[in-house]
């Protein structure tokens, strides 16, 4: 009986010691950021042209955004203490990081690229795009998590680079 009892001790150890070993060898312990768009057609307002999947923006709108860092972080402005303080906050944290900082104001062209380029959601301001065009990932600059967000998946990306 004693030995039962030691061979079911014995194992009951060595169980989670060979799952540990497995899970290091083999398994994979990553996160990835996808882009946004590459499976699902985003919601297309009236008046934009159709997208194909997987969606990049424009090679029009891709010369005019700053991509030699590889990443660009562009910001809708809005008249919201909220956002500059939050904006603000952004640029220190980013400030070492090799990430470029597009600022917009609220004009006409940008009310466009905000819809029918970049198709953020009426709550969300800040986008970040990937050196080929792909949006990683909407943001609300009034939303304390959603910058914390941004600052997670930003040092995910960097990571990959």
């Known amino acids: 009986m004693r030995q039962k009892k030691t061979i079911f001790l014995f194992l009951a150890l060595l169980l989670p010691i060979c799952i540990f070993l497995f899970l290091k060898f083999f398994g994979k312990n990553e996160i990835a950021v996808e882009p946004l768009?590459?499976?699902?057609?985003p919601?297309?307002?009236?008046g934009c042209k159709e997208v194909r999947i997987p969606y990049t923006i424009d090679d029009s709108v891709k010369s005019l955004l700053p991509l030699?860092?590889?990443l660009v972080i562009v910001v809708f402005e809005k008249e919201s203490s909220m956002q500059t303080n939050?904006?603000?906050?952004?640029?220190?944290?980013?400030a070492s990081l090799p990430v470029s900082f597009l600022t917009l104001p609220p004009a006409e062209r940008n009310l466009f690229w905000r819809k029918c380029v970049f198709f953020l959601k009426e709550s969300a301001d800040i986008v970040m795009v990937d050196s080929g065009g792909a949006v990683?990932?909407?943001?609300?600059?009034?939303?304390?998590?959603?910058i914390d967000r941004l600052l997670t998946e930003l040092s995910i990306i960097l990571k990959k680079y």
């Open 86 to 94: 939050q904006v603000k906050r952004l640029r220190d944290e980013i």
């Open 68 to 70: 030699e860092d590889g």
């Open 43 to 46: 919601d297309i307002p009236d």
């Open 37 to 41: 768009y590459t499976d699902t057609y």
């Open 136 to 146: 990683r990932g909407q943001y609300s600059s009034g939303d304390r998590e959603d």
